[in-house]
């Protein structure tokens, strides 16, 4: 079955960038999913098709997705987006739906 | 509004059997893929399974395959699992999703709140 890989953690000082990755075998060929889980709430999409927003997330997330690695980004950090944050793909050879193992961002 | 609710956890024992239900209210429910996800305590988001819109399609992870089975209720905007032979390691916080049907497969753009299912002697 697809495996997504993930850092467990990042940490970034508040107004700089974090760069989250998600890696998995010709990866670009996929479309590809970001959630962020607050602790005790239920995830919410941050980035979905690789690159989109969905309306009343900040433009400071963005998306991008190239061989082996897509890549959440999040610019000028805030306290507020101290959370876990998945990556997530649907592989069309097994009809499953796969969750990367998630990334703690710590906001310094 | 557009609102996911399930209901129907609880304590179970292992080997014994679980019947989640999730009411879906808000949008047209039968124009949506929907699905199970859970969380175990302290771990990642692990997706269970899927079911088409019309119902003709399912899927399960390979952890569930075989124990669990997903149904849905157009009419009533319901959707269900179904959870037999529940092990220690299938006590999780277990979430419904809709699926967006706008975007590539996969997106989930509406969760539930989420119930526990807590397999344990």
């Known amino acids: 079955s697809y495996v997504l890989t993930q850092s467990p953690s990042v940490s970034v000082a508040p107004g700089q960038t974090a760069t989250i990755t998600c890696g998995g075998n010709r990866i670009e060929s996929k479309s590809v999913h970001w959630y962020q889980q607050r602790p005790g709430q239920a995830p919410v999409v941050v980035v979905y098709?690789?690159?989109d927003r969905p309306s009343g997330i900040p433009d400071r997330f963005s998306g991008s997705n190239s061989g082996n690695t897509a890549t959440l980004t999040i610019s000028r950090v805030e306290a507020g987006d101290e959370a876990d944050y998945y990556c997530q793909v649907w592989d069309g050879g097994s009809d499953q739906v796969v969750f990367g193992g998630g990334t703690k961002l710590t906001v310094l | 509004q557009v609102q996911l609710v399930e209901s129907g956890g609880g304590l179970v024992k292992p080997g014994g059997s679980l019947r989640l239900s999730c009411a879906a209210s808000g949008f047209i429910f039968r124009d949506h893929f929907m699905g199970w996800i859970r969380q175990a305590p302290g771990k990642g988001l692990e997706w269970i399974s899927y079911?088409?819109?019309?119902?003709?399609?399912?899927n399960y992870a390979d952890s569930v395959k075989g124990r669990f089975t997903i149904s849905r209720d157009n009419a009533n905007n319901s959707l269900y699992l179904q959870m037999n032979s529940l092990r220690a390691d299938d006590t999780a916080v277990y979430y419904c999703?809709?699926?967006?049907?706008?975007?590539?497969?996969?997106?989930?753009?509406?969760w539930g709140k989420g119930i526990t299912v807590t397999v344990a002697s």
């Open positions: 079911i088409s819109s019309s119902t003709i399609h399912t």
């Open positions: 098709d690789d690159r």
């Open positions: 999703a809709r699926e967006s049907g706008e975007t590539a497969r996969g997106c989930v753009d509406v």
